[in-house]
């Protein structure tokens, strides 16, 4: 029902725009004493015109510059916390025109950990990474997209499986245009505890204010607060995912292994994003479901839950 009062809505106000227009061209056939209805046509008129999408993307070579960093507090006997910093550069590969780019982004990240002494785990976790985005048309509703993100991860002690591959492959198609986008495809962590899963996800626009993604790993309802027409917008957001990786690392008996650690984290935040892709969040959450792996020995640890800082700023 409410949807469908929505669509109602927005014919009302395509109509009301066609009217305006009409009423520009034929001053001199269609006349009206000032009211509440020219009023209502004006303000929907007005509505439309407001919603102008911002790019995601710059037209230059340099497309970003952003720094993030947080902290995972654990809440119970404290055996496992940790804080991070995660550096990149995006740029951009014009293929023709800039309006169809390949995205590199080049990137680093640290860990450091804060674990009891009874834990075999390194104080400092690596990852250096490069980037790769593409997203092509195929046809007016359908497109395809991919990531591929070759990797480091390690202690930096060993490179004894040190190497990791993360790559998404995506189908999208737009059912509803500018309302209701499904996709299909297959995702490879590039983890030891998770390295393949299937891709399927909605992303639902009800209404210019609100978007609703549902798309694997980390899934996401927005809702616009404020916005400065054409040029930034602001949103709050909740959102669910997994977190967490995998490292190869060199055990306190000198054999190495690989590390994986894994948690499912819920979070509310805020974000302001600005014409070009720029901007900034901050969020603040809870992780539950956190776990220990190694590979070598198959051991496991559950560890208490946590909560969750982060913050970062985009160019």
């Given amino acids: 029902m409410l ?20 009423q520009e061209s034929l001053p001199g056939l269609i006349e009206f004493s000032p009211g509440s209805l020219v009023q209502s046509v004006d303000e929907s008129c007005d509505r439309v015109s407001d919603e102008i999408e911002l790019s995601r993307f710059k037209k230059q070579a340099l497309q970003s510059v952003s720094v993030s960093g947080g902290f995972l ?18 740029t951009g590969i014009p293929l023709g025109s800039f309006d169809n780019i390949v995205g590199v982004t080049p990137g680093f990240r640290i860990d450091w950990i804060d674990a009891d002494a009874g834990i075999d785990v390194p104080d400092e976790l690596y990852q250096f990474e490069i980037q790769f985005f593409y997203r092509r048309p195929i046809s007016k509703r359908l497109s395809a997209m991919a990531i591929v993100s070759p990797s480091i991860r390690s202690d930096l002690t060993t490179s004894d499986n040190a190497f990791r591959v993360f790559a ?10 500018g309302r209701l986008t499904l996709s299909g495809g297959v995702v490879y962590l590039g983890r030891a505890d998770l390295p393949v899963v299937p891709a399927i996800g909605v992303l639902w626009k009800p ?19 404020a916005k400065d027409i054409g040029r ?20 306190a008996n000198s054999r190495a292994d690989e590390l994986s650690l894994r948690d499912f984290r819920l979070t509310a935040g805020i974000e302001k994003v600005v014409d070009g892709g720029g901007g900034w969040f901050a969020e603040t959450g809870y992780a539950f479901g956190r776990r ?7 051991t496991e640890l559950k560890l ?11 160019y």
Avoid: H
Wanted: charged share 20%.
């Fill in 3 to 22: 949807y469908m009062m929505r669509y109602f809505l927005s014919i009302l106000s395509l109509l009301a725009c066609a009217f305006c227009a009409a």
């Fill in 207 to 225: 209404d210019p204010d609100t978007k609703v993604d549902l798309r694997f790993p980390v899934a996401t309802i927005s809702r616009r607060i």
């Fill in 304 to 314: 208490d839950d946590a909560v969750v800082l982060q913050a970062g700023w985009r």
């Fill in 292 to 298: 220990i792996e190694f590979e070598r020995d198959d």
């Fill in 168 to 177: 998404l492959g995506l189908l999208n198609w737009e059912c509803i245009p």
């Fill in 73 to 90: 507090g654990d809440v119970g006997d404290g055996l496992l916390s940790s804080s991070n910093l995660e550096l990149s550069v995006g």
């Fill in 232 to 251: 930034s917008e602001v949103w709050t957001y909740l959102a669910g995912g997994l977190g967490g990786n995998t490292w190869a690392v060199t055990r």
